[in-house]
C-alpha cells in the first residue's frame, strides 16, 4: 500500500496551489481564454484559500474524524439505513449556515446540495474532502459525504446496488434536516469517487444537477488490465477480483459483474438524460491512465465532438497525440495557480479537461463549474 500512498502524496502540488481570485488559465494560440469576469464573478464564485493550502492536505489517503470536527465545528455524524438491506451506514452532514451569503441563489431560497464521494481506498472521513464542505460551509450550501459500504474491497462496495442505494438514502435523509433545493444537487469525486459520480448520474438521472469527476475509471476490466499489468504490486487487481467475483479477463461472469458496476456501461442513460458532466484528468496519471476520461467523453459528447478512438489510442499517460495537444476549445474554470491545462472540450452538457499534473483532484475548477449551473437554473 505503500507506494498507492505516495502516488496519492503528490496531490499536495494540485490541493496546496489555490488562489482567492478567478483568473483565466492560459490558452493555446488561436483559442480565447477564460474570461475572468464571466460567468463566475457574475455568481460570486471565491476560489479556496487556506482553507486548503493552510494545513497538510498532501495524504490523499488520510482519514479521520477528529479533523474533521476541528476544522468544521458545525459537521453533524448521523447514521442511515440502507432501504435495500437494512445495513447502517455513516454519514457527514453540513447543513447550509443560512447566515452566510449563498452563492448562485437568494439568501431566503432553498440552498443547492453537495454530495462529495469518497475515494477508492479509503471511506467517508477521507481529509481530502474537508475543503469541500469547508466552501460549502462558507458559501451557504448544504454538504454531505455518505459512506457507501467502504473501500472498494467486497461486493457490498464499488458501485454494487447497494453503495448507490446508500448514496441516495443519505441525500433523502438530510433532505428532511435543511431547506435544500433537491433540483441543485451536484455530485463529486475523486478516482473511485470519480467513478462512483458517474454512476450515480448513470443510475439516477433525474436526482442530479450536474456531476464533477476527476480522475475517474472508465471501465474495472480496462483499470484491471491496466494495474495489473503497471501497477503489480499494488492492491487493485485483487480488489477488482474480490468485487466482481474473479478474473475479469478470464471468468465471463466477473466481467459482466465489473462491467455492471462500471461507468462505460451507463455513458447512454446520462447522454441521453442531458446530465451536465465535468471531468477532469491528469495528464500524467499512471494509476487511472488519461485515455479513460477521453473514453467517457466520446460516450458522452455529440458524434461530431468526439476524440475518436485512434487519438485515444495515441494518448499515453504523459502523452496526448498532436491532433489533441494544446487544444483548449472549452471554459475550463482553471485559474491562476491550478494546473496548466493542456487540452478541452465541450459538447453539449459534457467538458472534459487534461491537465499536466497526475493522479491529483483541483478543487476550484469542478466548484466553479458547479456554482455556474446552480445559478443558472
Do not use: K, N
Not at 476541528?70 to 445495513?87: K, M, T
Amino acid at each position: 500500500m505503500s507506494r498507492r500512498r505516495d502516488a496519492f502524496a503528490t496531490a499536495a502540488r494540485t490541493i496546496g496551489l489555490a488562489a482567492i481570485t478567478l483568473l483565466a488559465v492560459a490558452c493555446a494560440p488561436g483559442t480565447e481564454p477564460d474570461d475572468p469576469d464571466e460567468p463566475d464573478d457574475e455568481v460570486g464564485f471565491e476560489r479556496l484559500d487556506d482553507l486548503a493550502t493552510g494545513t497538510d492536505y498532501a495524504g490523499a489517503l488520510d482519514t479521520g474524524i477528529e479533523r474533521w470536527r476541528d476544522e468544521l465545528p458545525r459537521l453533524e455524524e448521523l447514521v442511515v439505513a440502507s432501504s435495500l438491506d437494512g445495513a447502517e451506514q455513516e454519514v457527514l452532514w453540513l447543513p447550509p449556515d443560512m447566515d452566510a451569503d449563498p452563492v448562485a441563489t437568494g439568501p431566503d431560497a432553498p440552498r443547492p446540495l453537495l454530495v462529495v464521494l469518497h475515494s477508492w481506498s479509503v471511506e467517508l472521513t477521507q481529509h481530502l474532502s474537508i475543503p469541500y464542505a469547508s466552501w460549502a460551509e462558507d458559501h451557504g450550501w448544504a454538504f454531505v459525504a455518505p459512506d457507501f459500504r467502504g473501500e472498494f474491497d467486497r461486493p457490498e462496495a464499488a458501485g454494487s446496488e447497494l453503495a448507490i442505494q446508500d448514496v441516495i438514502d443519505a441525500i433523502d435523509h438530510v433532505d428532511g434536516l435543511a431547506d435544500i433545493d433537491l433540483d441543485r444537487t451536484f455530485v463529486t469525486g475523486l478516482s473511485g469517487g470519480g467513478m462512483m459520480t458517474l454512476l450515480m448520474v448513470g443510475h439516477h438521472p433525474d436526482r442530479f444537477a450536474g456531476a464533477a469527476a476527476f480522475v475517474p475509471v472508465h471501465t474495472l476490466v480496462s483499470h484491471y488490465e491496466h494495474t495489473a499489468r503497471e501497477l503489480p504490486d499494488q492492491d487493485y487487481p485483487q480488489e477488482i477480483e474480490a468485487i466482481c467475483g474473479g478474473d475479469p479477463t478470464e471468468d465471463p461472469d466477473a466481467r459482466e459483474e465489473c462491467l455492471a458496476r462500471s461507468p462505460a456501461t451507463y455513458l447512454d442513460d446520462i447522454r441521453d438524460a442531458g446530465v451536465p458532466v465535468y471531468l477532469g484528468h491528469g495528464l500524467q496519471d499512471d494509476i487511472v491512465p488519461p485515455d479513460a476520461s477521453l473514453r467517457i467523453f466520446d460516450g458522452l459528447a455529440d458524434e461530431d465532438d468526439r476524440v475518436g478512438e485512434q487519438a485515444i489510442e495515441a494518448t499515453d499517460t504523459g502523452g496526448l497525440p498532436d491532433e489533441l495537444e494544446g487544444r483548449i476549445d472549452a471554459e475550463t474554470h482553471f485559474g491562476d495557480g491550478d494546473p496548466e491545462v493542456v487540452f478541452a472540450r465541450e459538447s453539449g452538457p459534457v467538458t472534459i479537461v487534461i491537465y499536466d499534473d497526475e493522479h491529483d483532484l483541483v478543487y476550484d475548477p469542478g466548484l466553479a463549474w458547479m456554482t455556474q449551473l446552480a445559478a443558472a437554473d
